[in-house]
């Protein structure tokens, strides 16, 4: 959106992998024809590779997440922040 409404470039490609999230990117560029969205990722070599995606939290989503790994990670964050360890791992 910066490159298409602020530097005024004429066609922006916008990579997305994560169908959930890629949904997000075409409703928030809808309004910029400049925007154009790919529902692949970008890579060294051509393939397919399984995308880890959490809903409600995409920022952790990727090619090396660890469920069992973020899981830990988040409930530690919740549980520093001062929410009781059973409410954070419901």
């Known amino acids: 959106m910066f490159f298409a409404v602020l530097c005024g470039v004429a066609r922006v490609h916008c990579f997305e992998p994560a169908q959930p ?34 809903p409600g939290a995409a920022a952790m989503a990727g090619l090396y997440a660890d469920p069992v790994r973020d899981c830990a990670r988040v409930r530690a964050l919740l549980v ?9 791992d419901d």
Request: with cysteine; hydrophobic share 40%; charged share 15%.
């Open 21 to 54: 999230v890629c949904a997000i990117l075409r409703e928030n560029v809808a309004a910029l024809p400049a925007c154009v969205v790919h529902e692949h990722g970008l890579g060294l070599r051509p393939g397919r590779v399984p995308i880890t995606y959490y």
């Open 80 to 88: 520093n922040r001062g929410l009781p360890g059973s409410e954070a």
